[in-house]
């Protein structure tokens, strides 16, 4: 599985009170998305076939497994999104590291 061109974000009442409930705003999500997120296969279990792991503008790291959008390849709606969890921020960091 390649890994997807993601250049929107879709948000809607759904997944902004998930989010929300994490303490992550929809703004933090945009920052993420504009400050170059790693982008990965989700586990097999679950909806969202990837996952977005990045910083936000104050230095954040958040997470937000991502779903497809039918009708535009390039905007991709976020299931909820959290504080990363160690193993994301561990992933973050090494993908970091390579660029």
């Known amino acids: 599985m ?16 998930k989010m929300a409930a994490h303490g992550i705003t929809r703004r933090q999500v945009m920052q993420v998305l504009d400050n170059n997120p790693w982008i ?11 996952v977005m792991v990045g910083l936000d503008d104050g230095g954040k790291c958040l997470t937000m497994p991502i ?3 039918p009708g535009d ?3 991709w709606r976020p ?3 959290h504080p990363c969890k160690k ?5 973050l960091e090494r993908r970091s590291r390579r660029r």
């Open 67 to 69: 779903e497809p959008v």
């Open 40 to 50: 990965g296969s989700n586990r097999n279990d679950r909806r969202a076939p990837y």
């Open 73 to 75: 390849e390039t905007v």
């Open 2 to 17: 390649s890994t997807p061109l993601v250049l929107g974000l879709q948000f809607d009442e759904v997944n902004t009170e």
């Open 87 to 91: 193993a994301d921020a561990v992933q």
């Open 79 to 81: 299931i909820t999104a």
